[in-house]
């Protein structure tokens, strides 16, 4: 059973940093697909980015790739997720997600496997 646990969400005012961490088990990283999702209130799921465990490679979506980093540390099976110039509008709970088989489409159905989340709020 794969199992996901998101961490270091927080309050933080604006144009501040936060990083977020996914604890990954019960997937190989050798060729995963972590990805990084939120959800503000009344509003879909918005996928943020995502990162190839096996080679390193990420994938931004265009509304972060400016502020938004994502790594992986194999070796604790643990994803980043680094935000920076943070921004009211980022408020909201962000979920990490995990597949075996690649980005698809990037959406939320592409991913069967997520954490529960945690709360970033950015006061302005």
């Known amino acids: 059973e794969v199992q996901l646990q998101a961490s270091g969400g927080g309050l933080v005012q604006a144009g501040g940093s936060l990083r977020l961490s996914c604890l990954a088990s019960?997937?190989?990283?050798?060729?995963?697909?972590i990805a990084w999702f939120r959800q503000a209130p009344g509003q879909e799921r918005e996928g943020l980015s995502a990162?190839?465990?096996?080679?390193?490679?990420?994938y931004y979506a265009d509304s972060v790739k400016d502020r938004f980093t994502t790594s992986t540390d194999n070796a604790k099976k643990t994803v980043y997720l680094q935000m920076n110039s943070l921004k009211p509008e980022d408020t909201a709970v962000y979920y990490c997600a995990a597949n075996s088989y690649g980005l698809g489409a990037f959406t939320p159905a592409d991913f069967p496997s997520w954490g529960q989340g945690t709360q970033v709020t950015v006061s302005s």
């Open positions: 019960g997937i190989s990283f050798d060729d995963a697909v």
């Open positions: 990162i190839s465990t096996g080679d390193g490679v990420p």
